[in-house]
Nanobody
Framework: QVQLVESGGGLVQAGGSLRLSCAAS????????MGWFRQAPGKEREFVAA????????SYADSVKGQFTISRDNAKNTLYLQMNSLKPEDTAVYYC???????????????????WGQGTQVTVSS
C-alpha cells in the first residue's frame, strides 16, 4: 500500500516558478514508477510527466517539455515537479500517481495506475 500526499501548490504570477512535492508512505516507493497529472476546471485529467523507479527514464507531455522537470529522491520517498515559466493555462489541480511502469501513465484509461494523491491547487495569475 502506498499513500501519496502532494504539497507545494499555490498562487503565482505568470513567469514564476513552483516546486511540487509528493510524499509517499510505505517502504515500496522505489518499486513504482511515478507520474504527475493535472486537471483544469471543466477539463479532463491530463498527463504531465512520469519517471521510472530508478529515475533514469523520464517522459513529458509535449505541452510542458522544457518547462517542467520531474525528479525523485527514493531515500526520502518523495517525488518532485519543478515548474518554471508558469502560464495561466498551467492553472489546475495537480495530482501525483504511482504505477508499475511509465507506460501506464500514457494509457487513456489509466487502469494501470495503482495509487493517486489527493491533489494540490496551482493557480497562475496573468
Amino acid at each position: 500500500q502506498v499513500q501519496l500526499v502532494e504539497s507545494g501548490g499555490g498562487l503565482v504570477q505568470a513567469g514564476g516558478s513552483l516546486r511540487l512535492s509528493c510524499a509517499a508512505s510505505g517502504r515500496t516507493f522505489n518499486n513504482y514508477a511515478m507520474g504527475w497529472f493535472r486537471q483544469a476546471p471543466g477539463k479532463e485529467r491530463e498527463f504531465v510527466a512520469a519517471i521510472s523507479w530508478s529515475g533514469s527514464i523520464t517522459s513529458y507531455a509535449d505541452s510542458v517539455k522544457g518547462q517542467f522537470t520531474i525528479s525523485r529522491d527514493n531515500a526520502k520517498n518523495t517525488l518532485y515537479l519543478q515548474m518554471n515559466s508558469l502560464k495561466p493555462e498551467d492553472t489546475a489541480v495537480y495530482y501525483c500517481a504511482a504505477g508499475k511502469f511509465i507506460a501506464v501513465f500514457r494509457t487513456p484509461a489509466l487502469t494501470g495506475v495503482n495509487y493517486w494523491g489527493q491533489g494540490t491547487q496551482v493557480t497562475v495569475s496573468s
